[in-house]
């Protein structure tokens, strides 16, 4: 049997692709949208993808099973548990099987046992596989989706927040609690396959380790030990996390099925050096490191970095109708898009090298910075105005005295209530998030606004006083 795993840092995310090397066939589990790697991988490995297969519908990328199946003639295998609300449409047009708890489906001579694991969502299954080709009569290990992460379980409540099924995130960890008891009757030695890793938003506190063992997690993970069910359900709906704004759009797309990427206009770009060609409704979106953008940058443009957080901030910060201009170095543009394609911000109309639009620009905008001893020097400085972008859980946990608490996936439409002729400082929990809080503050027409370097960690570091 070939197995081989790939991990989508920008979205922390876990596919896998698995083949029976007798058959030559070979099946990929949660696929990204982008293709390209199980394609290469099952080339190499003289594979041919017969099969595709998702654990539930995702909310947190887009689904490249439309794309295996429309690419590789693949039969897509997805569940039909759960009620009528979250049945998939994204089969209508390819080759797929439904399936329901104890379902057994086979690619080549490998296994794929059906275990239905609701929950995170009410449709989601996880797939017990046995290698039969390799001459095994006991499973190997199971693909978990966003049901048991390493050291976690998936979050139930994103229904509920991110599409609105009022009381489903009680429903949902009840359920959990349900489909921990079946999970806790596994062997021990099947390994545990999970579609994420440390930094996804789809769990609280998610181990950094790519695998693990059902024994390990009955040892080790807080939910397979925890006996009484009201306790769980308590513990498993606290302390969790807004989720991103693009996750609705997410379970949406997924559900009725994505575009493939070579139906969505994603590539030919044109080069231009003329902004004020374009409408309104086109976001220009800077892609440097936050330190060039400041030093420089075209009135009115957004800076995202693009690094391993750029994918969720482009999500969080971008509208789904709006066109897009990248400010962006050539070589890296194929990157990048990719990165916004992942989940479904296609509409990239052209892109402009940095260099160009500093040339172009007449009077190029910045910002300054401030470090945390300024800012205490100038705190109770009527003429300053402090906004901290964190998230509640992190307001909750501290904050600096006079702040004003407006996060930054909700910065934008909170603008009109800033006093006025203020210069706005800007902080975050290190200075990151409290930059892209600043690009969007000067393109929104609020100019006299400043970085505070280091955010609440260099505050705290210095022992300043917090608020708790």
């Known amino acids: 049997m070939f197995f081989r795993s790939f991990f989508d840092e920008n979205l922390a995310h876990m ?43 995702h909310a947190d990328f887009l689904s490249g099973s439309r794309e295996i199946a429309k ?78 992460f390493v050291g976690e379980i998936g979050r139930p409540d994103l229904l509920e927040k991110a599409a609105g099924v009022r009381g489903s995130a009680a429903t949902g960890a009840r359920q959990m609690f349900e489909s921990v008891q079946k999970f806790k009757q596994l062997p021990d030695f099947l390994q545990v396959w999970p579609a994420h890793g440390a930094g996804s938003a789809c769990g609280k506190s998610l181990g950094a380790v790519p695998m693990s063992t059902v024994g390990y997690e009955k040892l080790n993970n807080w939910a397979l030990l925890e006996e009484n069910e009201e306790k769980f359900v308590e513990t498993l709906l606290s302390g969790q996390s807004t989720p991103p704004n693009y996750f609705s759009m997410m379970k949406k797309l997924n559900k009725i099925g994505p575009p493939v990427v070579n139906e969505a206009d994603i590539t030919g770009l044109e080069t231009v050096d003329e902004m004020e060609r374009f409408e309104a409704n086109t976001i220009l979106l800077d892609t440097r490191r936050a330190a060039e953008f400041a030093k420089a940058h075209c009135k009115g443009a957004i800076n995202i970095p693009f690094n391993q957080t750029f994918t969720n901030w482009a999500g969080e910060l971008i509208g789904y109708e709006q066109d897009i201009i990248l400010i962006a170095m050539e070589n890296k543009l194929k990157a990048i898009m990719e990165s916004l394609a992942s989940i479904g911000l296609d509409r990239v109309v052209a892109f402009i090298e940095p260099s160009v639009v500093l040339a172009t620009e007449k009077d190029p905008e910045s910002y300054g910075e401030v470090n945390v001893q300024q800012l205490q020097d100038i705190l109770n400085d009527d003429d300053y105005y402090l906004i901290d972008v964190r998230n509640q859980s992190e307001w909750d946990a501290g904050k600096i005295e006079g702040a004003t608490h407006k996060p930054l996936s909700q910065l934008v439409n909170l603008l009109d209530d800033l006093p006025k002729g203020k210069t706005y400082l800007v902080q975050c929990q290190s200075g990151v998030r409290s930059a892209i809080a600043t690009s969007l503050m000067q393109a929104n027409g609020y100019k006299d606004v400043k970085n505070v370097k280091g955010g609440y960690i260099a505050w705290k570091k210095e022992k300043f006083p917090v608020n708790v």
């Open 15 to 57: 596919s896998y692709l698995v083949g029976c090397q007798k058959t030559g066939e070979a099946i990929v589990i949660d696929p990204a949208r982008s293709i390209e790697s199980y394609l290469k991988t099952a080339k190499r490995e003289r594979l041919k993808i017969v099969a595709v297969a998702e654990t539930h519908i």
């Open 71 to 148: 690419h590789c003639g693949a039969t897509v295998y997805v569940s039909d548990e759960g009620d009528e609300n979250w049945k998939y449409h994204q089969v209508e047009g390819v080759n797929y099987t439904l399936l329901t708890d104890n379902c057994i489906f086979k690619v080549g001579h490998i296994e794929f046992q059906v275990m239905h694991t609701a929950g995170h969502t009410p449709e989601s299954i996880s797939f017990v596989l046995t290698d039969i080709g390799g001459g095994s009569s006991h499973p190997m290990g199971i693909f978990t989706g966003d049901f048991v």
